[in-house]
């Protein structure tokens, strides 16, 4: 009685194991295509159920499934289906009681699965077939890890724009209204030097509020900063004095749009503005290895190290945001190992250093 209880005992906790690992079993399919349509299912709902791929989706949901028809249905009630449903089967009335009901509706061997992102109904899912229910509320969950993260990449562009807006909008009107005054008081007594302002101005104005990609080059960065200082100077006469060189090689390094003017008008600003007696802004881009390095300098009245890391943590006084959303993009676009460096003390400067890859894969102008 023991020995063949003994066996039973060993036999049964065998099973789990094959069952979780079936490709170490001799004769299964290789998971390989089963993995890469799931992978693409995923990626054709990344726009959701209303998206340009949705009919793909449901074409892969249906070769998984091996199933006779799939259907995916956004929140409208618009069914978008790949292969042919049974005749006698009303889906267009299953996908209404789900969305009404949220609960499962099955006619014949057709089902429909709702669809649930965040406690919230985000579609349906209808297949006709004899697929195993298991199967079906598997894929359902893929579906709704799709939707999930589409959702949250979408979220996630939001951010990054509603940062580029916020960027946009912290123009001084301060600064603006000097640099036209300076402006207007050269029209006659230097018309020329007048011109060349209002030319600095506009470009100034054009590439801070134009509607620009994502990223831009550092070449593009340098010339913003060029025509912002070139203004302040005007502005300011010799209380700025400014140093700005960059090595040719870190030129075409494409960066996230709006990154290094905003320190320079921070080091202008909170810097060289609050010193009597003025100072000195210094630009420096070089190559380090594989990656760009820039850093932005001004021997003005510096900071208390607490409250530069304020500052980066976007918890600092109102004024001062542009650092942390700078910060903030940055360490989105390359990861937690890049972002910002604050160099300070009180009366002694501030310097910020910003390193990024000098190439890195999806960020290109």
């Known amino acids: 009685m023991s020995t063949p209880g003994g066996r039973a005992a060993s036999v049964a ?5 094959r069952s979780r690992w079936p490709w ?18 995923t990626e054709d709902l990344a726009d959701g159920l209303s998206g340009p791929r949705v009919r793909a989706a449901a074409r892969g949901i249906r ?12 929140l409208s009630g618009h069914l978008v289906v790949v292969g ?11 996908v209404e ?18 669809l649930i992102v965040h406690d919230e109904l985000a579609g349906v899912l209808v297949v006709s077939g004899t697929t195993r229910m298991a199967a079906l509320n598997e894929v359902a969950s893929l579906g709704e890890a799709a939707l999930e993260r589409g959702r949250l990449e979408a979220s996630a562009e939001e951010a990054a724009a509603a940062e580029l807006r916020a960027l946009r909008a912290e123009i001084s009107p301060h600064f603006v209204y000097n640099a036209l005054t300076v402006i207007a008081g050269l029209v006659r007594p230097d018309p020329d030097r007048s011109r060349e302002l209002m030319l600095d101005f506009a470009d100034y ?16 960065e340098f010339h ?27 030129l075409p390094v494409s960066i996230p749009y709006l990154v290094l003017q905003p320190l320079v008008e ?29 850093s932005v300098e001004d021997d003005g009245t510096g900071m208390d190290p607490g409250k530069a890391e304020r500052l980066l943590s976007g918890t600092g006084e109102s004024g001062s945001v542009g650092l942390a959303n700078v910060d903030r993009r940055l360490r989105n676009v390359y990861g937690p190992w890049f972002g910002l460096v604050v160099e300070t003390a009180e009366g002694e400067g501030t310097r910020v250093i910003v390193r990024v890859p000098r190439f890195s894969p999806g960020v290109m102008p």
């Open 24 to 41: 170490r079993m001799r004769g299964l399919r290789d998971p390989g295509p089963t993995l890469e349509t799931a992978r693409h299912i």
């Open 84 to 94: 042919s449903m049974p005749s006698d089967v009303d889906t267009s009335a299953m």
């Open 13 to 17: 906790a065998r099973t789990p194991s």
């Open 205 to 220: 104005i054009r590439y801070s509020l134009a509607q620009h990609g994502e990223y831009t080059t550092v070449a593009d």
């Open 224 to 250: 913003a900063i060029e025509t912002y200082l070139a203004l302040q100077r005007a502005v300011l006469g010799e209380r700025l004095r400014v140093q700005v060189r960059v090595a040719p090689e870190v």
């Open 63 to 74: 070769r998984l499934l091996a199933a006779d028809a799939v259907g995916l249905a956004d």
């Open 97 to 114: 009681e789900v969305l009404h009901t949220e609960s499962r509706c099955r006619r014949a061997e057709v089902v429909a699965l709702p």
């Open 266 to 294: 921070n080091a202008v600003r909170h810097g060289i503005e609050r010193k009597p007696e003025g100072g000195t802004v210094t630009v420096l881009g070089e190559a380090e290895g594989n990656d760009c390095v820039i």
